[in-house]
């Protein structure tokens, strides 16, 4: 009986000690698979961004701080707002055996699905317009080094700064630019509306200081109207006033409007800086409406422009090489400009030598062709402060602001005649020109003939005298008047005369019939123009 019990005893103390090896076996295996949350529950929580599974943990209270923490992250390193709305969320699983993470394993799993999210994201980014013109950047940043590269290249000693207006007749997140004068260091003030104004720029280095992680509503210098830009521009160009404030560039803006446009887009949409900034400033041919001056014509206008003459055809329709060009007339050429030019008004003084305007003595009793020289002109020399504009470093204009007179120009006086000279005009309607000025059948043929039926009406050429009308030699019937410029016009062969010498006739008054009479030798009008008692080519006076 005490050996079966002491038997019994020891082999309790054996499925006792086995049971317990075996137990923490278990343990050892299936701890790591429950986590640290092991007997704390029957239960853990997945964690799923956007649908897709990231993890499980036991302690549900450590995934907001997770999320947080890799949003963060991400925030720092793409130096910027990123528009992607992504969320999470916790499901209980009742459950006891799962592998879980703790918080820092949480954060880095939450973090690699948000890059994936990144990565196919919208980005904030900024729409720099100039009119048909726009490139997309990716921060403020990047829109400031693209303006102040273009104007860098004019202002070289980085005497003017930059700065984003915000128009309120413009629709939400449209933003203008400004130049002004470069002050001591970027300078806040607060307008009555209660919005700040900014100046953007540094005196010293000529750029813009700012955290980059500022959107352009936080650099605004000011919300204002249209009224109110132009007013500005209007008060800034009085300032440019007519005393001489020393050499040195007064005023400098860009000549065209510059928008600054918020949008969202998607990576790939965003253009590197430096190659912006090569758009932005290099030269492409553009369409400029151009106004012929005195002297022009179509070679002289393409040669200026370093243009073909045909090339400049294919841009006007309906030019062609023989149209006479006349002064005022307006034609399309194609001229090398960046796609942002900058205008600048500098001041300089230097000396020339130049020549007093010319005076005029009216003649009421000479016609407007008849002038004459009454002292010549005698150059002077002089110490001049000149107000210069420029588009782009090439000069548009030039004011005299101040002069000191070295050597006193002599004027040229000129007296002209004030009275409109007479016209003329083709003598008949019709007609086929038959022979015209100069050598003909080894003589000269002194005028021009238009064939034409015996019996056309012949008109005169010019208001004037009759002084001769009736047969005429070798002319036959013929009729002559003098204008009052001093010039006669001769109409031979004529079959029938209707003036009579002494007779007053208008331009265009019918005054004979044509014929074939005289050395005719055939039906036809012979018309001369005579100057000065020699006969001239007609064509150069109808």
């Known amino acids: 009986m005490n050996k079966r019990r002491l038997f019994?005893?020891?082999?309790?103390?054996?499925?006792?000690?086995?049971?317990?090896?075996?137990t923490c076996g278990c343990m050892l295996v299936g701890v790591p698979l429950v986590g640290n949350g092991f007997g704390n529950g029957s239960s853990y929580y997945e964690v799923t961004l956007e649908g897709r599974l990231v993890g499980s943990v036991k302690n549900p209270d450590v995934v907001e701080q997770a999320f947080l923490d890799a949003r963060a992250r991400i925030s720092r390193e793409t130096e910027g707002l990123v528009l992607a709305?992504?969320?999470?969320?916790?499901?209980?699983?009742?459950?006891?055996?799962?592998?879980?993470?703790?918080?820092?394993m949480l954060t880095d799993a939450i973090y690699q699905e948000l890059r994936k999210e990144v990565e196919t994201a919208k980005h904030k980014a900024y729409q720099l317009k100039v009119n048909e013109f726009t490139v997309t950047l990716g921060s403020y940043q990047d829109v400031m080094d693209v303006l102040y590269a273009t104007k860098d290249r004019f202002d070289t000693n980085?005497?003017?700064?930059?700065?984003?207006?915000?128009?309120?007749?413009?629709?939400?997140?449209?933003?203008?630019?400004?130049?002004?004068?470069?002050?001591?260091?970027?300078?806040?003030?607060?307008?009555?509306?209660?919005?700040?104004?900014?100046r953007v720029g540094n005196a010293a280095a000529g750029i813009a200081e700012f955290d980059i992680t500022q959107s352009v509503e936080e650099v605004i210098t000011k919300t204002v109207t249209e009224e109110d830009v132009q007013q500005e521009l209007e008060e800034e160009q009085a300032d440019d006033s007519k005393e001489v404030q020393g050499d040195g560039l007064r005023n400098l803006y860009f000549s065209e409007q510059?928008?600054?446009?918020?949008?969202?887009?998607?990576?790939?949409?965003?253009?590197?800086?430096?190659?912006?900034?090569?758009?932005?400033?290099?030269?492409?041919?553009?369409?400029?409406?151009?106004?012929?001056?005195?002297?022009?014509?179509?070679?002289?206008?393409?040669n200026s422009h370093d243009l073909l003459v045909r090339e400049v055809l294919a841009l006007n329709e309906g030019l062609e090489e023989t149209t006479t060009l006349q002064i005022g007339d307006e034609i399309v050429i194609t001229v090398p400009q960046p796609e942002l030019s900058v205008m600048s008004v500098e001041e300089s003084t230097y000396e020339e030598d130049y020549f007093a305007e010319t005076q005029y003595i009216d003649n009421d009793s000479w016609y407007t062709t008849e002038t004459e020289v009454r002292q010549e002109a005698q150059q002077g020399?002089?110490?001049?402060?000149?107000?210069?504009?420029?588009?782009?470093?090439?000069?548009?204009?030039?004011?005299?602001?101040?002069?000191?007179?070295?050597?006193?120009a002599v004027p040229q006086i000129i007296e002209r005649g004030t009275m409109t000279p007479p016209t003329y005009i083709k003598p008949l309607s019709g007609g086929r020109l038959s022979s015209g000025f100069g050598a003909r059948w080894g003589s000269v043929h002194k005028g021009i003939d238009w064939a034409c039926p015996i019996g056309t009406a012949?008109?005169?050429?010019?208001?004037?005298?009759?002084?001769q009308a009736g047969w005429f030699s070798s002319y036959g019937n013929c009729v002559t008047i003098r204008h009052p410029d001093g010039k006669q016009t001769r109409y031979a062969h004529l079959s029938r005369v209707l003036v009579s010498a002494g007779q007053t006739v208008q331009q265009g008054q019918k005054i004979a019939l044509s014929g074939n009479t005289g050395w005719s030798t055939g039906p036809h009008v012979h018309f001369e123009i005579i100057v000065n008692g020699r006969q001239v080519n007609p064509m150069g006076y109808l």
């Open 8 to 22: 019994f005893n020891k082999k309790s103390k054996l499925v006792f000690i086995e049971a317990v090896v075996i």
């Open 85 to 104: 709305d992504v969320e999470y969320s916790m499901e209980k699983i009742p459950k006891v055996f799962a592998t879980t993470m703790d918080t820092e």
């Open 158 to 198: 980085n005497e003017f700064q930059i700065s984003i207006v915000s128009n309120a007749d413009r629709e939400l997140n449209v933003y203008t630019v400004q130049m002004s004068k470069q002050e001591q260091e970027p300078v806040q003030e607060t307008a009555d509306s209660g919005k700040s104004r900014i």
């Open 258 to 302: 510059v928008e600054i446009v918020e949008a969202y887009v998607s990576e790939d949409e965003i253009t590197p800086t430096a190659e912006a900034i090569d758009m932005v400033t290099k030269d492409t041919e553009k369409n400029e409406v151009y106004e012929v001056q005195p002297g022009d014509s179509l070679s002289v206008i393409a």
């Open 381 to 408: 020399h002089r110490q001049v402060t000149a107000l210069i504009t420029r588009k782009n470093n090439t000069e548009e204009g030039r004011e005299i602001i101040a002069e000191t007179i070295m050597a006193e």
């Open 458 to 467: 012949i008109m005169a050429s010019s208001g004037g005298t009759v002084v």
